[in-house]
């Protein structure tokens, strides 16, 4: 079946720094992938959508310039985390769309903890 | 109103116990339905779709009330590793259709 790669699975960081999240689909071709970040307790909220070779599509709230996505490939999608904060420590979720009728592959999710 | 709304929970049950599930969702476009479960710390994982007709998976049965905007999860015979959090998820409509909307989802655990 259709996989999706993410990592790293877990990272600390200190504040301010930056944090790459990469999400590679191993045997498909991802044209579209969708983040996702869960707080505890609470539901997965979809922060934007990549799209291969044009610009991310940002959902109202995220900050389009602290989230920084890249969509260069058919097979590699990145998030990058800039200048990292304690309240942006959660779980980071990679999806894409694998076939007919909305099928969806997500990654196995990134645990940012920010200290 | 949310989006999609689940039963809050969380729900302690016996092995071999029949419980329910139940979500709503406000969209009344929304044209996909499906419920996934997430295991602890782990990513979602697609459980089953849900369509009008209903549908089952062996212990697993989904129904969608298009009318009513609801959507329920049966699970017969419950078993321990059955235990994990049940997301009712949405699609959008029109040119959002692609999108996934999650419930905050019900915790269920089963009992020995």
């Known amino acids: 079946g259709a996989v999706v790669s993410q990592h790293p699975s877990r990272v600390i960081c200190k504040s301010g720094t930056s944090v790459k999240i990469e999400c590679r689909s191993l045997?498909?071709?991802?044209?579209?992938m969708f983040w996702y970040r869960q707080f505890p307790k609470q539901s997965l909220m979809l922060m934007a959508t990549?799209?291969?070779?044009?610009?991310?599509?940002?959902e109202q709230g995220v900050e389009k310039d602290k989230f920084l996505i890249n969509h260069a490939s058919l097979t590699l999608s990145t998030l990058t985390v800039t200048s990292a904060h304690p309240e942006d420590s959660s779980f980071y979720i990679c999806?894409?769309?694998?076939?007919?009728?909305?099928?969806?592959?997500f990654g196995s999710g990134t645990r940012l903890t920010v200290v | 109103r949310k989006e999609v709304e689940q039963d809050p929970g969380p729900f302690n049950v016996p092995e071999g116990a029949t419980v329910a599930f139940n979500c709503t969702y406000s969209?009344?476009?929304?044209?996909?339905f499906f419920w996934y479960r997430q295991d602890c710390r782990k990513e979602p994982k697609l459980l089953m779709s849900?369509?009008?007709s209903g549908n089952e998976d062996g212990r697993f049965t989904a129904q969608l009330n298009r009318a009513s905007q609801y959507i329920s999860l049966l699970i017969r015979d419950s078993k321990l590793s059955d235990s994990a959090t049940y997301l009712c998820?949405?699609?959008?409509?029109?040119?959002?259709?692609?999108?996934?909307?999650f419930g905050k989802g019900t915790l269920l655990t089963v009992n020995p």
């Open positions: 990549s799209n291969e070779g044009s610009k991310a599509t940002y």
């Open positions: 849900v369509y009008s």
């Open positions: 998820v949405v699609t959008g409509s029109g040119g959002s259709n692609y999108k996934l909307t």
């Open positions: 969209n009344s476009a929304s044209q996909s």
């Open positions: 999806s894409a769309q694998t076939g007919f009728n909305y099928g969806y592959t």
């Open positions: 045997d498909f071709q991802a044209t579209t």
